[in-house]
């Protein structure tokens, strides 16, 4: 009997190792419509962090540590922070491929900061917050910052996020406003979970700033306080949980809720779940989709600047050197790899400069798109390898489909179809005998 070879086509490696989806992403990612609910988040971010800065602000001149926080930053304005051997040159950078590309690799795949770039709505807040003493106008003003990036990216991050898990599942397409109407019928859900350990981190906080109120008793309260400390640690040692717990598994909560259809509290305890039941697999999907993400980004963005360069290159030939120094001068910092002069800003400049303002913003609305695919697809990992469902389980609003089993109506109930006849008993076989009294 001759053996079977086994070869290398056959061997099934999605099965064998699932996490190879994830290259899947930037197809995902890429889908027009999502660049296009990218962009308007980040616009009206961008909008909502101005009219706060308008209304919040006091006048006075804030000191430089706060000047990182405030003020409006566009789309367009944005740096990718990759460390290339030339500023902000992605072509320069592919050039030095063939002379160092193992450096090149390294520097290309190692940006992960790029990939949690849409986490800056959260982090930023929150590190001003943790400044004390601070003003009251300024704790209002991230309290309110907070909020709103919160707000929007539940919404505009869940589209996406519902794009992307009909997408990977069954490889299907769901509208814009499809998907912006599920976002928003499901945004309490998308609130609720983040809300219940936060709940929960305030009530120990509660609790123990109202024990701690015992410390105010002369002489014996301190001791008290001293005494029963281990409760403070133990509700401590809650709260730690539960923050951890809430930094991992947040964006889970959104992906959870547009999967499975459900609630905050089943993306609060699946979050929860996948997080500390899988936690090394969840830092290794983690690590995977921010190394792969840092290419394709990268990419992405070379694809934005070869589009201005080689059109660039056919308007210099047609038009002349300084014509196009005089149209290139208002490129934002994105795309303007190198210094076109100093020219008197032009209208022909300006609606050139918007072109490329537009092109930018989807540049960087890309992160965006690839950090909300990219939990979406972390979460049907997570929910294959701790639950074992098929990776094309995903709640779909459709009608229900007939159940076959149901009685028939119309056309067909008014004809119904002739009985068929009992079979003949076989020749030679004996009448059944009637034992009926």
């Known amino acids: 009997?001759?053996?079977?070879?086994?070869?290398?086509?056959?061997?099934?490696?999605?099965?064998?190792c699932p996490w190879l989806r994830v290259t899947r992403l930037f197809w995902i990612a890429a889908d027009p419509r999502k660049l296009v609910l990218a962009t308007c988040g980040l616009l009206l971010m961008s909008l909502a962090q101005e009219a706060?800065?308008?209304?919040?602000?006091?006048?006075?001149?804030?000191?430089?540590?706060?000047?990182?926080?405030?003020?409006?930053?566009?789309?367009?304005?944005?740096?990718?922070?990759?460390?290339l051997w030339q500023t902000d040159d992605p072509l320069g950078e592919v050039g030095l491929w063939f002379v160092d590309p193992r450096g090149t690799l390294g520097r290309l795949a190692s940006n992960w900061q790029v990939v949690l770039r849409p986490l800056d709505f959260l982090l930023t807040p929150l590190r001003s917050l943790g400044e004390l003493p601070a003003p009251t106008p300024r704790w209002l003003s991230t309290s309110v910052a907070l909020l709103t990036g919160t707000l929007i990216w539940a919404v505009f991050g869940g589209a996406i996020g519902r794009m992307a898990a009909v997408n990977f599942a069954r490889d299907q397409q769901v509208s814009l406003f499809g998907s912006l109407r599920f976002s928003i019928s499901h945004l309490p859900g998308y609130l609720a979970g983040p809300l219940l350990p936060l709940s929960g981190m305030g009530l120990c906080l509660g609790a123990t700033t109202l024990a701690a109120l015992i410390a105010r008793i002369p002489d014996v309260g301190p001791l008290v306080v001293a005494v029963g400390w281990g409760l403070a640690l133990i509700g401590g040692f809650a709260m730690v949980v539960l923050l951890l717990g809430l930094a991992a598994g947040w964006p889970l909560m959104i992906a959870t809720v547009n999967v499975e259809g459900s609630d905050g509290f089943d993306g609060f305890s699946r979050a929860y779940n996948y997080t500390f039941e899988r936690p090394w697999y969840y830092l290794f999907l983690t690590a995977l989709v921010m190394t792969y993400g840092s290419l394709v980004i990268f990419f992405f963005w070379l694809c934005g600047q070869l589009m201005f360069r080689l059109s660039g290159l056919g308007l210099l030939a047609g038009a002349g050197a300084e014509i196009t120094r005089e149209l290139f001068t208002s490129m934002p910092p994105l795309l303007a790899a190198e210094s076109w002069g100093e020219f008197a800003p032009t209208q022909a400049g300006t609606i050139l400069g918007i072109w490329a303002r537009v092109v930018a913003t989807l540049v960087v609305a890309f992160v965006y798109s690839y950090f909300w695919s990219a939990t979406t697809v972390i979460y049907f990992l997570l929910r294959r390898s701790v639950d074992s469902s098929d990776f094309n389980e995903v709640h779909l609003?459709?009608?229900?489909?007939?159940?076959?089993?149901?009685?028939?109506?119309?056309?067909?109930?008014?004809?119904?179809?002739?009985?068929?006849?009992?079979?003949?008993?076989?020749?030679?076989?004996?009448?059944?005998?009637?034992l009926t009294p």
């Open 1 to 16: 009997m001759p053996e079977a070879r086994l070869s290398w086509e056959s061997i099934p490696w999605n099965r064998i």
């Open 52 to 83: 706060g800065e308008a209304l919040l602000s006091t006048g006075e001149p804030q000191p430089s540590s706060e000047a990182t926080v405030s003020g409006p930053v566009w789309p367009w304005e944005t740096r990718l922070g990759y460390d």
């Open 397 to 434: 609003d459709t009608h229900a489909e007939p159940d076959p089993l149901l009685p028939i109506v119309g056309t067909a109930a008014m004809n119904p179809s002739p009985p068929v006849p009992a079979a003949a008993p076989p020749a030679g076989s004996r009448p059944p005998i009637d």
